[in-house]
């Protein structure tokens, strides 16, 4: 068991361009989250999905999509980077059948964008 | 609204010393879920211990212990005889319940222990 896996682990964006970023598990949770930590803060849920097809807005959604056409898959797009999203992204998932059990988190990828 | 506050920004000790890391929550749900994290300099988040609003039970494992009081709204975190290997940032956060049994963690701005030898 790989657990959660995020790629890559460190990324530098210009100002204006776009990226993915990829997270999967092969845990088979149907619950899923992105988050963002900035420097000396907590984590924030950005998107979060309940299955495949499934996903909806979590505190700060802005500037982010996401998808889910798989279980084990769940990329998030940042569209025109701006210096805000500078931060630590972290990938999560749960087992919906335990859906209040710990939540296994991705190492996460430092994103930088000047 | 959820709220987590970790007043404490950052603590340092010495070896061998306990020492305890504060969480205050707010909350209107009467089930929730309290949780605490480890993030160590790796970067990394590691589960330490999940909590129902329903087990107000104190919990002991090893070296790390839980004090959680409803009527403080408090879920306090102590590490005793700390180690150089304690050293991380620790996260407090909450999880209402929902019909929909899904978890959306609120967290605190987490506590950044040094422990120095």
């Known amino acids: 068991n790989a657990g959660v896996t995020q790629t890559p682990k460190f990324r530098i964006l210009k100002i204006g361009q776009s990226m993915t970023l990829q997270c999967t598990q092969d845990m088979n949770h149907n619950y899923m989250y992105w988050y963002r930590q900035d420097p000396g803060m907590g984590l924030k849920l950005i998107y979060y999905?309940?299955?495949?097809?499934?996903?909806d807005k979590g505190e700060v959604p802005n500037g982010y999509n996401v998808s889910r056409s798989t279980t084990e898959d769940f990329p998030l797009r940042l569209e025109l980077a701006a210096p805000s999203q500078t931060s630590v992204y972290f990938c999560?998932?749960?087992?919906?059948?335990?859906?209040?059990?710990?939540?296994?988190f991705g190492p996460g990828t430092r994103l930088t964008v000047l | 609204a959820q709220k987590v506050t970790q007043a404490q920004t950052e603590i340092s000790v010495v070896e061998k010393e306990d020492v305890t890391l504060d969480c205050v929550y707010e909350t209107r749900d009467t089930t929730y879920y309290l949780f605490w994290y480890k993030q160590p300099p790796s970067g990394e988040l590691v589960f330490l211990i999940r909590?129902?609003?329903?087990?107000?039970q104190n919990e002991i494992s090893g070296r790390y212990s839980w004090n959680f009081q409803k009527s403080t709204s408090s879920f306090n975190f102590t590490i005793t005889a700390s180690q150089v290997v304690d050293s991380a940032v620790y996260f407090c956060?909450?999880?209402?319940?929902?019909?929909?049994?899904?978890?959306?963690?609120?967290f605190g701005t987490g506590t950044r222990l040094l422990v120095s030898p």
């Open positions: 999560a998932s749960t087992d919906s059948r335990q859906p209040y059990n710990e939540q296994f």
């Open positions: 956060a909450l999880s209402p319940r929902r019909n929909t049994g899904f978890q959306k963690l609120v």
């Open positions: 909590r129902n609003s329903f087990d107000e």
């Open positions: 999905s309940v299955g495949a097809g499934i996903t």
